[in-house]
């Protein structure tokens, strides 16, 4: 038996240089209707998703933040069309994702997967891990009796024993669910994984075991992942790039470095500046710039800059007119009509507009 | 450190089950002084909530509690219903994760705090508990508050809920705080707020908070103690900067040392092996043993004693002597 789970081979996918991205979202828009009255009657349209543009490369892990209902998961889940997009295009290679038949669609799931937060909610309580992981490989036409054997491998490989294929999903700890979970992403040796706040729901502890696992099969089967969270700091961890969404936009685009050592959106420097750290001294020495308000709604987002009425900086041109994403440098891209460039901070432009009482500064 | 407002003396806290007892919180004590902020951090289901709860006499019917709680001398545990009832809401007053625990969805905000103001003190008028509610809605940062009093919890988002909270837990000013989880169910932003909010509260009423959290982030910006849990115990407690650069704990250590770093001095995350135990047969000897890199033989023999390491830190570890190391992002 052949059944060893070879690392996917990268140079073979047809006609992608390392520099192609092997995902690119256009103008993706996602739109839930709100119905009301007796006749169901479309009132309005939650916005969750409003015209996005993001690539993803081969072998990166691409961090996906912002704060809860912003469209993250939408996205997410937009990708492999476990929502339907309103509008606008998914290319994998120099296919459409949103244009694919049903039947070309469960293709294109062999190598576009999806892992969850909730790993009590994902895995099917009635089945044995031996089907929750082989199911695919069944469907996809692999034998009954290979599939059993990769299993086993699989489960292995993500830290479980062999013998735990026997047994059913509550009989596992939140940690080894998520393991659970990646095995099965893993059966039909995806190039993409689309991780959903794959570590929110567990203790720190435990997060570290599942990022740490997460890093190994990423180098090893040359997956590209797209990690989506809200804890900036896991991202910060596990990402190569990453990109801020605010209501269903996204704010900034940047190598991970960048993004996180030189911030162009306020919004990015705003959340950063709100995230606690563990360390005593830096929390001591930190101005904190405390946003006021709370998130809008996106069933009636703002007009212009989405991030207009809670945007500390904001002007009146911010309050009609949307920003794009633009190139800064580098492929870093912000959505911002004032970006705050070459190191300026918020707290400089808070001073040379004279606002600094506007806003609530804590060291 | 006879002027503690709050001293917990070897509380147990159990659950008789059908399958057994659940021994949720094992041998605690502490104190708590006026004005200060003491945080418990732990993973979740380390016993966090259900102390607090027990020293407020708010745990459910099948548990068993045994120690002594002394709330300015005054014992918790053996006072009568009506006594305790006089204590919670008055000199000690509890914020939740989630506020619609403590709020009742068919009253207004403002007629909650009307309502918590007048139960302590009858011979305030209900105009003047209005007046007094608006007025502290105002000082947690409500916006509008004339006219949000008047509306009902669920009008509010849930940071605002939590600031409602906050107002209704300070209405009679009380000496201690406990916020279980205050921020968690918040956005980043939104827990700054909030977090602002305890900490002003805080100073103008010189009230103390013990301040439940599983984020160790919070603990270093926000407390001036730590009490660190594990699997029912109290691990280790210390100032904020003993505890985060001179542990002596192998659990604190190792869970200081899994935590990511958002400004990225942190290049590998070390995981602890394994999963807390079960705490309805928790193993012999230190809980942590089976998950710590240090155990030796008596650890799976002898439950450590507390052992005092500094001015106001101990840590319960039988290698606490050998432990010299300082762990954590150093800056
Ligand atoms: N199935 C759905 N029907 C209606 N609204 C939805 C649905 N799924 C998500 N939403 C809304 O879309 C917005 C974005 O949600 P989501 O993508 O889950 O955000 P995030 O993952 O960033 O927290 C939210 O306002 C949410 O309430
Ligand atoms: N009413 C109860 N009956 C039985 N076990 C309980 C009960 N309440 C809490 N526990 C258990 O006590 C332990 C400690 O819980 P808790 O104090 O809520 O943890 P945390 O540190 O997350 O706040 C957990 O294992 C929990 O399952
Ligand atoms: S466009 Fe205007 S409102 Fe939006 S982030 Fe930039 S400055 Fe702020
Ligand atoms: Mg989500
Ligand atoms: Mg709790």
């Known amino acids: 038996m052949t059944a060893t789970i070879t690392p996917f081979d990268s140079g073979a996918l047809a006609g992608t240089g390392a520099d192609e991205p092997l995902l690119r979202i256009r103008d993706l828009v996602k739109e839930f209707p709100i119905r009301a009255g007796v006749f169901r009657r479309q009132v ?320 | 450190m006879s002027d503690a407002l709050l001293t917990v003396d070897h509380l147990n806290v159990g659950f008789a089950t059908k399958a057994g007892v659940v021994q949720a919180a094992t041998d605690i004590s502490f104190e708590i002084h006026p004005g200060e902020v003491l945080a418990v951090v732990g993973e979740s289901g380390s016993g966090k909530s259900v102390t607090a709860l027990a020293l407020m006499r708010l745990h459910p019917g099948n548990t068993i509690v045994t120690g002594d709680v002394r709330f300015e001398g005054r014992d918790l545990l053996n006072m009568s219903d009506r006594d305790m009832r006089a204590i919670r809401g008055n000199d000690i007053a509890m914020i939740f994760q989630d506020p619609m625990t403590a709020m009742n969805p068919v009253f207004s905000v403002g007629d909650q705090i009307v309502e918590t103001i007048r139960v302590h003190d009858s011979s305030v008028s209900k105009q003047d508990a209005w007046t007094k509610s608006v007025d502290l809605l105002k000082l947690v940062g409500v916006p509008e508050p004339k006219q949000r009093a008047s509306q009902y919890p669920h009008e509010y988002s849930g940071g605002m809920r939590q600031r409602a909270m906050i107002a209704m837990a300070i209405a009679n000013d009380p000496k201690l705080l406990i916020a279980d989880e205050p921020t968690t169910a918040l956005d980043v932003t939104v827990q700054a707020q909030v977090m602002e ?82 705490l309805l047969n928790p193993p012999s000897g230190c809980a942590f043993r089976p998950r710590c890199s240090f155990a030796t033989d008596v650890c799976s023999t002898e439950v450590p004693s507390r052992v005092k390491v500094g001015d106001q830190h101990e840590s319960r570890c039988a290698r606490t002597d050998e432990l010299q190391t300082s762990v954590g992002v150093s800056s």
């Open chain 2, 197 to 278: 909010v305890l900490h002003e509260v805080q100073a103008e009423t010189g009230s103390a908070m013990m301040l439940i959290t599983h984020d160790l982030g919070l603990v270093a910006g926000s407390a001036d103690r730590v009490q660190v849990m594990y699997a029912s115990r109290l691990m280790e407690t210390g100032t904020i900067d003993q505890i985060f650069y001179e542990s002596r704990n192998p659990y604190t250590m190792a869970l200081l040392d899994s935590i990511p770093d958002v400004d990225g001095l942190k290049h590998e995350l070390h995981p602890i092996p394994g999963n807390p135990p079960s």
């Open chain 1, 44 to 363: 309005g349209a939650v916005q969750a998703v409003s015209g996005v543009n993001l690539d993803l490369y081969p072998n990166e892990t691409l961090g996906v933040v912002g704060e809860s209902g912003c469209g993250k998961s939408t996205l997410g889940r937009s990708l492999l069309r476990l929502v339907e997009p309103t509008s606008g295009s998914v290319m994998f290679g120099n296919e459409d994702v949103t244009a694919a038949s049903k039947g070309r669609l469960r293709e294109l799931r062999r190598d576009l997967q999806m892992v969850f937060q909730d790993p009590y909610a994902s895995l099917n309580p009635r089945l044995p891990i031996r089907d929750i992981i082989g199911e695919p490989m069944v469907i996809h036409g692999v034998s009954k009796s290979e599939a059993r054997e990769r299993v086993g491998e699989l489960l292995t490989r993500v830290g479980l024993l062999p013998e735990h294929g026997n047994r059913y999903p509550h009989e596992f700890s939140g940690g080894q669910r998520q393991r659970i979970g990646i095995a099965r992403s893993l059966a039909l040796r995806p190039k993409v994984i689309i991780l959903d706040e794959p570590v929110s729901a567990l203790d720190v502890s435990i997060q570290a075991q599942v990022l740490n696992l997460l890093d190994e099969i990423q180098a090893e089967y040359n997956l590209s992942f797209m990690f989506i969270a809200h804890d900036l700091s896991v991202v910060r961890h596990t990402s190569d790039r990453v990109a801020v969404m605010y209501l269903g936009r996204i704010a900034e685009v940047a190598d991970k470095d960048v993004l996180y050592e030189s911030p162009a959106h306020p919004y990015t420097q705003s959340l950063l500046s709100a995230v606690p750290v563990a360390d005593p001294r830096r929390e001591r020495s930190r101005k904190r710039i405390i946003l006021q308000g709370d998130v809008p709604s996106p069933a009636n987002p703002p007009a212009g800059c989405r991030f207009h009425p809670r945007c500390p900086v904001a002007q009146d041109k911010c309050m009609t007119d949307t920003p794009e994403l633009v190139d800064i440098g580098a492929g870093h891209q912000v959505s911002c009509h004032f970006p705050l460039l070459s190191g300026e901070t918020l707290l400089q432009r808070l001073g040379d507009m004279g606002r600094e009482a506007a806003i609530s500064v804590k060291s």
